[in-house]
């Protein structure tokens, strides 16, 4: 479950300190733009000594690493695959070599350090090159988990102008899912850029939604409950779901093959589908921790 | 009959104030009050000594107190509230006697009922005409409520006046009165505005508070308690006066209209009473500017004094009829204990204030802290000094999960229900420890520097010096 990706700067203690608990399924441990060059190095300490120090619970870990064209991105991977983080973000990911070298990469160091289940990707496309060689990224590596689209970058890049509505980078978001989904991987938004423009944060994610992806990336902590709403299923989507799987008990006590629910046929994805809104809606519900 | 005197020096010789005896002051002008400053240079100008201080609080604005303590102009302190600045003079041992910390509602209660024997009071009044009628809501130094200052108006011995806005008789609206006013005094300033209250108090931006907020506001929403009707009171912390805007959207969109807020008022009170949430605010301290504004214009916003506040031996009091309470602590231990007076180094930074009092009053007592401050844990297996005793708490509320006091049974199967991240508070504890670690305990001395006493007037804990 990725519905809200946080990102955190990789020099501020404080904010890693209480990022596993404001509520986001994902922290990105930002090496890469957050973090200005002459900080590069205590900021990989920083995080690497933070992987090891904080507990994340159920949170899903992920680093951005440097870009793969700068010396930084293979010591920023010696110092953090140790640590074994769930994801590793490549930044300005334009072509499937650049996934397959960091693919070889990972799998070297988590040798040399006997990791015991393989460190996932999660390509950041932020170039209209990586746009387009988008499903050929997806399905560089099986270590990709999912595709994850920079819409600040991408505008800049392709002359666009960035707007609150995002008409710009409908395209990009379309074109994104279908090769993530046709790479059988999920998609993740880009960040909504204003910090302080709530009801439109709740359109964009919405949308988002419509459009297939499976979550969104956040740069502010206020967006978390707004976009974790959005990607969550609805209470009629539960109901449904809960429906589609009590119509199936029924069919298979009656020993029925084909099976009907308000009037419209059940087919398998329909059945995955509500499978997948109730595993999510348990995970969601939580309950005690301890 | 002529009380206006031309000088605090000539107040106290008038007043007869002599060596030994107790004198009063409030701690409405909060970090801005110069009143109190003012009046010690003045006793100690004419060599009284050995005098007791009972204040509802002791801000640090009182630095000067430091010098009069060591030389026993002040031997003894009796207090609900003792700022850092002080609290180390304290802790350090420079103070004769233990100092006696109360709450708001015991201390008003025992000067209520000839327990605390006031000799004299000195009430700072941002407005007061020359028969001693005062309010706190005109003048350069509009404070608000003077409800702290109430019982000393009423019980003292001799009650001096204090004002830098003196208005023609008679001044109304009148807080205190004339019939227990014996003298009153005009000074240049009684404080400084700055001190006195913040301009607007403004909202955390500390994700780490907000997110303790709005789980904070869902455990309120689950509790079965914000219906019509509520009452509420909160603290002036960042994650208590978040959830205060977080309630105000639910209670708006919910239409609940409730009873009354209570205790120390801020602007963000104020917004509910407009926006409808509430019918009444019961104030008995204001925080800040759009308070003060609000006391001053709107009727629907009433002083009260500290003893209808929270005097436990009052014939009834607001605090009584509190549904929830949000309140902030220093350190919190397994078993709920609260210790809102000594920090890690065992030196006095605070004190019960209200904590105690509406705790033991509300039908929910809800503590918002974060697991660390300053890479210290918050939760712990012991506090250092108990000020409100756990089980008159009911909920913490930390940034990885809720606990709930276990003799709450009711509490914990509504918040389940609600899906709330219920966890234990021992396994608070244990992760406050392994963020943190444990830190080395704190050096203390055999030295006994101050008594807690509980709004009943039992001593529950001791607060030892430091080495």
């Not at chain 2, 204040?55 to 009796?78: F, M, W």
């Amino acid at each position: 479950m990725r519905r809200t990706m946080l990102f955190l700067p990789g020099n501020n203690p404080a904010m890693m300190l209480g990022g596993p608990y404001l509520g986001a399924d994902s922290i990105i441990f930002d090496l890469e733009d957050a973090v200005s060059p002459a900080e590069k190095d205590a900021a990989r300490i920083l995080v690497r000594n933070a992987l090891g120090a904080l507990e994340f619970g159920p949170v899903e870990v992920v680093v951005r690493i440097n870009a793969l064209d700068t010396p930084l991105w293979e010591r920023d991977l010696e110092a953090i695959v140790p640590m074994g983080p769930d994801l590793i973000m490549p930044p300005k990911s334009s072509d499937a070599g650049m996934i397959r070298r960091l693919d070889e990469k990972l799998g070297e160091l988590e040798a040399a350090c006997s990791l015991d289940h393989p460190i996932g990707i999660l390509p950041l496309i932020e170039t209209a090159l990586g746009l387009e060689n988008s499903f050929a990224i997806a399905t560089a590596s099986s270590r990709v988990r999912a595709l994850f689209l920079g819409a600040e970058d991408l505008t800049a890049d392709l002359g666009a102008i960035r707007s609150t509505e995002g008409e710009e980078i409908l395209y990009a978001r379309c074109r994104l899912v279908a090769a993530a989904r046709a790479a059988g991987v999920e998609a993740i938004d880009t960040p909504f850029p204003g910090v302080d423009e709530m009801d439109a944060l709740r359109r964009d994610a919405a949308r988002a939604r419509s459009l297939g992806f499976s979550g969104k990336a956040v740069i502010n902590p206020r967006h978390i409950d707004i976009v974790n709403a959005a990607f969550s299923p609805s209470e009629a989507e539960i109901r449904y779901a809960e429906e589609v799987m009590e119509a199936i008990e029924e069919a298979k006590r009656q020993g029925k093959g084909a099976i009907s629910l308000r009037g419209k046929m059940i087919d398998a994805p329909i059945v995955e589908r509500a499978r997948r809104v109730l595993a999510m809606a348990r995970q969601i519900e939580g309950g005690d921790l301890a | 009959m002529n009380k206006l005197l031309g000088s605090i020096e000539e107040a106290v010789r008038a007043c007869g104030l002599r060596d030994g005896m107790t004198i009063s002051f409030h701690h409405h002008l909060r970090g801005g009050d110069y009143v109190l400053n003012l009046v010690m240079e003045a006793i100690a100008a004419q060599g009284i000594h050995d005098l007791t201080i009972n204040a509802s609080a002791i801000q640090d604005g009182h630095g000067p107190l430091g010098a009069h303590i060591r030389n026993k102009v002040v031997t003894g302190i009796e207090a609900n509230f003792i700022g850092p600045v002080i609290g180390r003079v304290i802790s350090e041992g420079h103070l004769e006697r233990p100092v006696i910390f109360r709450t708001h509602g015991g201390r008003a209660s025992d000067i209520d009922d000839g327990t605390s024997h006031i000799d004299v009071a000195f009430i700072a009044a941002p407005s007061a005409d020359e028969r001693g009628n005062c309010n706190g809501i005109l003048g350069p130094s509009a404070c608000g409520s003077l409800g702290y200052a109430m019982p000393d108006a009423r019980h003292a011995d001799k009650v001096v006046v204090i004002t830098d806005n003196l208005m023609p008789y008679p001044l109304s609206p009148i807080s205190i009165s004339e019939a227990d006013v014996d003298y009153v005094v005009r000074v240049d300033k009684i404080g400084d505005p700055a001190g006195i209250a913040t301009g607007s108090t403004k909202l955390t931006r500390d994700p780490v508070a907000l997110r303790i907020a709005s789980q904070a506001s869902r455990v309120i929403e689950a509790s079965g308690l914000l219906r019509d009707g509520f009452s509420f009171q909160t603290g002036a912390g960042g994650a208590s006066l978040a959830v205060a805007g977080m309630l105000t959207e639910t209670m708006v969109a919910g239409k609940i209209h409730g009873s009354y807020a209570l205790g120390g008022t801020t602007g963000y009170l104020v917004d509910m009473l407009e926006a409808g949430c509430f019918e009444k605010l019961l104030d008995v301290q204001c925080f800040d500017l759009k308070a003060i504004a609000s006391l001053r214009e709107n009727p629907r916003h009433v002083e009260i004094s500290a003893s209808q506040y929270a005097g436990p031996k009052s014939k009834s009091c607001a605090a009584d009829g509190l549904d929830v309470v949000l309140l902030g602590a220093t350190q919190i231990d397994t078993d709920f204990n609260v210790n809102v007076h000594t920090d890690s180094n065992g030196r006095i930074i605070g004190g019960s204030g209200g904590h105690s009092d509406v705790a033991a009053c509300a039908k929910l007592t809800i503590i918002v802290a974060p697991l660390s401050r300053a890479r210290l844990p918050i939760v712990v297996d012991h506090v250092l000094t108990t000020s409100t005793p756990g089980d008159t708490v009911d909920v913490l509320v930390t940034q990885a999960g809720v606990a709930v006091n276990p003799k709450r049974g009711d509490l914990i199967e509504r918040l389940r229900a609600a899906k709330l991240p219920l966890v234990s508070i021992e396994s608070l504890r244990e992760l406050a420890e392994r963020q943190c670690g444990v830190p080395r305990p704190a050096a203390l001395s055999d030295r006994v520097v101050g008594r807690v006493l509980y709004r009943d007037g039992k001593v529950i804990d001791t607060i030892y010096g430091v080495q």
